[in-house]
C-alpha cells in the first residue's frame, strides 16, 4: 500500500488546517489509520488514530477537544481536522496505516512521506 500525505503549510496560531491521507491498496481500508508527528530533535510522537469503519478513535493528549480524526473509505483518504494550533504543533505530520489502532509506532506497516505543519505566534 501507499500512503500520501498532504494539506500541511504555514498558519498562525489559532487557526486551522485539514490534512489528508490518500491511500492506495484494497486492504487499507481494514487497517487502522493513524496520524504521528516528528518536531526536531524530538521523537515521533502519537496524535491521532481511527479503527476500521470509524468505529473508534483515541487522541494524544496534547491535540485532545482540538484536532479530529477521520476516513472516508468510498475516497481512499484519512483526515486531520486541526483547531485552534498552536506554536508547540510544529512539526512533520505523518499518516501511517496498521492492523491495530495503537498509540505507538511499532505496528504501523505503511507510512506517508511526510507534511510540514508550522505554526507562528
Known amino acids: 500500500a501507499q500512503l500520501v500525505d498532504s494539506g500541511g503549510g504555514l498558519v498562525q496560531a489559532g487557526g486551522s488546517l485539514r490534512l489528508s491521507c490518500t491511500t492506495s491498496?484494497?486492504?487499507?481500508?481494514?487497517?487502522?489509520m493513524g496520524w504521528f508527528r516528528q518536531a526536531p530533535g524530538k521523537e515521533r510522537e502519537f496524535v491521532a488514530a481511527?479503527?476500521?469503519?470509524?468505529?473508534?478513535?483515541d487522541y494524544g493528549d496534547s491535540v485532545k477537544d482540538r484536532f479530529t480524526i477521520s476516513r472516508d473509505d468510498a475516497k481512499d483518504t484519512v483526515y486531520l481536522q486541526m483547531n485552534s494550533l498552536k506554536p508547540e504543533d510544529t512539526a512533520v505530520y505523518y499518516c501511517?496505516?496498521?492492523?491495530?489502532?495503537?498509540?505507538?509506532?511499532?505496528?504501523?506497516?505503511?507510512w506517508g512521506q511526510g507534511t510540514q505543519v508550522t505554526v507562528s505566534s
Open positions: 501511517a496505516a496498521g492492523p491495530f489502532l495503537v498509540t505507538t509506532t511499532k505496528s504501523y506497516i505503511y
Open positions: 491498496g484494497p486492504t487499507v481500508r481494514t487497517y487502522a
Open positions: 481511527i479503527e476500521p469503519s470509524a468505529a473508534s478513535a
